[in-house]
């Protein structure tokens, strides 16, 4: 059973448009979420994170909105620029988890210049 | 900083041998993971370390993967013997402790485990 899951193998986006990166879970248990960005051949970098005490959270152009009601979280990335083509991976984590985060499938992210 | 260090990089074996990946983290760091990450999905936790200790190695295949993190720094992680499914890159992640929760891993660039 896929408890986090990211049903968006792969998405295209115009270089200084917008990407929108979607996540969904099942467990009510988790209560905290990070993104991570995978280029190939090398392991995931942390890229942003959000408690589920916020609706949102912002760092320069990448910006996380969880919706908890819904068990959604999106990841925005304002303006798009071809560097951040890449792998992203939506993790989540709670205490019933032993701490440990479950990873979602990855959507592969593509900036066209 | 220095980052999470894995060797080897690339390892080619052929059914039922045997493998062994290393994994140095980050300075200071308590928390040590292994993942195993097969094409085209997320990273899956194998075992976690909490200093010396395991504190999840509840997806781990026991009867053919090991692991160990002597005197809480290093880890090893083994396979013997290896079957296909075994195909994979093997991430090692550490991270530090905050309060009762473990901060965002640092990953290596990972082992990819090819087997023939």
């Known amino acids: 059973d896929q408890q986090v899951k990211q049903n968006s193998p792969s998405l295209s986006v115009q270089e200084g448009r917008i990407s929108i990166l979607n996540c969904d879970y099942t467990n009510s248990m988790f209560d905290y979420f990070l993104w991570y960005k995978k280029y190939p051949a090398e392991g995931p970098t942390f890229l942003i994170s959000?408690?589920?005490?916020?609706d949102k959270n912002e760092d320069g152009r990448f910006t996380v909105f969880l919706n908890k009601s819904a068990k959604h979280l999106s990841l925005h990335i304002v303006p798009s620029q071809p560097g951040d083509s890449a792998v992203y991976f939506c993790?989540?984590?709670?205490?019933?988890?032993?701490?440990?985060?479950?990873f979602g499938p990855g959507t592969r992210l593509s900036v066209l210049p | 900083e220095a980052g999470v260090a894995q060797s080897p990089r690339y390892k080619i074996i052929e059914k039922r041998q045997s493998v062994a990946f290393w994994c140095n983290p980050i300075s200071g760091h308590a928390t040590l993971y292994w993942y195993q990450q097969i094409l085209g999905q997320g990273p899956k936790l194998l075992i976690q370390?909490?200093?010396?200790?395991?504190?999840?190695d509840s997806q781990l295949p026991k009867d053919r993967f090991s692991a160990e993190r002597l005197k809480g720094v290093d880890s090893t992680l083994k396979i013997q013997p290896a079957k296909l499914e075994d195909s994979a890159v093997y991430l090692c992640?550490?991270?530090?402790?905050?309060?009762?929760?473990?901060?965002?891993?640092?990953f290596g660039d990972g082992t990819r485990l090819s087997i023939l």
């Open positions: 959000i408690s589920s005490i916020k």
């Open positions: 992640a550490s991270s530090c402790v905050t309060g009762t929760r473990n901060q965002p891993q640092h």
């Open positions: 993790a989540a984590s709670g205490d019933n988890y032993g701490q440990n985060f479950v």
């Open positions: 370390f909490q200093n010396n200790g395991v504190v999840d």
